[in-house]
């Protein structure tokens, strides 16, 4: 069952959320999101549904996880060490470039350049989503855990704002979905056969496709995202996987702090 | 510690270091609000880039069956994105199509 997106409005400035006013909150604690500034409805109030149009994205997650459990299985890296790499990297560019090192007995410290240039634009969602988090350290640390491509744009409202419940839910969602596929294609192996027939690639670009107009409420923000697709698309076959996340990232951000 | 243990522990530590190191030094009031703004900006300019690099191939040459399958997938999934304005019915008619199109192409 689907239901319409409704676009996002533009909202006010939300208030700084106190430190600690919900340190260990879970999920559904309320007292994490602060009420609208106009009319009194939680911003998190659309997160459900949101989840719900997220759905063919699990399984697709699902499906990739499954993908690379397989290869990592087949990589010697095992049912233990692929589902502990799962759990403890959850990034799946971390993973797959941990696979080719395995493959190519490459250096530890090859591994760790490649990754932090892979996936360095997490640097920046977690600027973008710190302001939102409230509590200690360890708990902000936590939920940041939870960062991936999908849930920081799926979590996204617009003006800047995150909904720190979709935050959470989106990517507990997609982190049980990529483990739990993991698992079953390291166990199972080849069941799916090659991902590629089951047409999910497609799935990806059209979700972020949605998401991308929350961010683009005023011209200037229009042409910052142009400016970051030019920038990717320039700089994709010149550099390693990764950068050009990273440049396009900072390349808005420059724009942003202009006047 | 086996050489696989090392790159799975290598892995794990570099993916977390990265997700977490901002959220847990910075707060909402040690930032300017210049500087969330400037950060809020860099969004749509990331979400963009990943637009660009999920559909265009990194090297041009290389627009075989599959890529040129996944841009109508893509282009079907959009379709139904702005005319029905529904996520998950895009999301599947995107990967239905090009599933469909790979198979019968």
């Not at chain 2, 090392?6 to 930032?31: E, F, G, H, K, N």
């Not at chain 2, 969330?36 to 990331?46: D, F, M, P, T």
Request: hydrophobic share 50%; charged share 15%; net charge positive.
């Amino acid at each position: 069952m689907v239901e319409p997106v409704e676009p996002v409005e533009p909202v006010e400035p939300v208030e700084p959320v106190e430190p600690g006013a919900s340190a260990g909150a879970g999920a559904g604690d309320a007292s994490m999101a602060p009420e609208h500034p106009r009319d009194g409805r939680r911003p998190d109030a659309e997160s459900p549904r949101s989840l719900r149009n997220a759905l063919p994205l699990f399984s697709a997650e699902l499906i990739d996880g499954m993908a690379f459990g397989a290869l990592a299985r087949a990589a010697g890296m095992g049912v233990l060490g692929s589902v502990t790499m799962s759990v403890t990297s959850y990034s799946s560019s971390a993973q797959y470039a941990t696979l080719a090192m395995v493959i190519r007995r490459g250096s530890p410290w090859a591994l760790l350049v490649t990754i932090l240039l892979l996936n360095a634009r997490y640097l920046l969602m977690g600027a973008s989503v710190a302001p939102f988090l409230p509590g200690r350290a360890w708990s902000r640390g936590l939920r940041a855990l939870l960062i991936t491509d999908e849930s920081w744009a799926l979590a996204h409202r617009g003006g800047g704002r995150y909904d720190l419940r979709l935050l959470t839910l989106g990517g507990l969602c997609l982190f049980a979905a990529w483990i739990t596929g993991t698992g079953i294609g390291a166990e199972a192996g080849g069941i799916i056969g090659n991902p590629a027939r089951l047409g999910l690639d497609a799935a990806y670009p059209v979700f972020f496709i949605g998401l991308l107009g929350s961010y683009l409420s005023s011209r200037r923000a229009r042409g910052i995202a142009a400016s970051g697709a030019v920038v990717a698309i320039l700089l994709d076959p010149l550099v390693p996987p990764g950068v050009p996340f990273v440049v396009a990232g900072l390349v808005g951000t420059a724009l942003g702090f202009r006047r | 510690m086996s050489y696989r243990w090392l790159l799975i522990v290598i892995s794990a530590c570099a993916s977390v270091s990265l997700r977490i190191a901002v959220p847990v030094a910075l707060t909402r009031r040690d930032l300017h609000p210049r500087i969330r703004a400037a950060l809020a900006a860099s969004g749509a300019a990331i979400v963009a880039a990943l637009i660009a690099t999920l559909l265009v191939p990194a090297h041009r040459q290389e627009l075989d069956l599959t890529a040129l399958t996944k841009l109508l997938g893509v282009g079907a999934g959009t379709v139904v994105l702005h005319t029905r304005r529904s996520m998950a019915l895009a999301l599947i008619t995107a990967a239905v199509s090009t599933a469909l199109l790979r198979a019968f192409w």
